[in-house]
């Protein structure tokens, strides 16, 4: 989780408008100009007025009996979640995790722009994954020097999260975005979010259990007749 406020707004509001924006853009595509809150939330299976509260954080309002110019609002979106700027990364752990995320093309879509990668595999450094280098980790800070990165991206195995984040911090990077399931000790004015695997696998799994259950279970009364 953030380990800074992002003012006052809530983290599910912040969540959902990547969401919402796939949706307007297919919107946009299709050459659609108008978009009310009851639409998006028929598509998502939610109320409009939460629509609407997840929305205003951004500082648009619609128009009412009209709704939102659908442009207009992608652009807002985008520009609200930071997404109208390019910003510079440096990922760590080439693996297969990490060779994923750098063959992920949305990201450079939202403006983030995966410089390089690093690692400490002699098979992977000096090779190429996905058109982005894979350096000696130990070249962290010449590479780093002067390049403008603010984010890093951890996807190391956990015994070489905390010596990989210090060495981010080192070279001022100002956010990390932490694949690994370690506890990371950072300083207060770095941002972070931790991507929690086992938590939300627990969440699916769970309901998938319960669903599994209910489904298999017959009532009471079909079980026992003579009730």
Not at 30 to 49: K, M, N, P, Y
Not at 75 to 83: A, Q, S, Y
Request: glycine letters at 8%; proline letters at 7%; one cysteine or more.
């Amino acid at each position: 989780m953030l380990n800074v406020p992002v003012k006052s707004f809530p983290i599910p509001s912040i969540q959902r408008l990547p969401v919402y924006l796939r949706f307007l853009e297919e919107l946009h595509k299709r050459g659609e100009t108008l978009v009310s809150c009851t639409q998006i939330a028929d598509e998502f299976g939610q109320l409009s007025v939460q629509v609407r509260k997840d929305l205003s954080i951004t500082g648009i309002t619609g128009r009412p009996k009209i709704g939102y110019n659908v442009a207009e609002l992608i652009d807002t979106i985008n520009k609200f979640l930071g997404w109208d700027k390019t910003l510079n990364a440096f990922l760590i752990g080439a693996g297969n995790l990490g060779n994923a995320i750098l063959g992920y093309e949305r990201f450079a879509e939202h403006g983030l722009n995966i410089v390089a990668a690093f690692d400490s595999d002699p098979q992977k450094i000096g090779q190429k994954f996905h058109g982005k280098p894979v350096y000696d980790f130990g070249e962290i800070a010449e590479r780093g020097k002067d390049a403008g990165i603010k984010i890093g991206i951890l996807t190391v195995p956990p015994p070489a999260a905390q010596v990989s984040a210090d060495a981010l911090i080192f070279i001022g990077v100002q956010a990390i975005w932490n694949y690994t399931p370690v506890k990371l000790d950072l300083p207060p004015e770095v941002i972070y979010e931790d991507v929690k695997f086992s938590a939300s696998f627990a969440v699916l799994s769970s309901r998938l259990k319960s669903s599994t259950a209910s489904a298999i279970l017959p009532p009471q009364d079909i079980m026992n007749p003579n009730l």
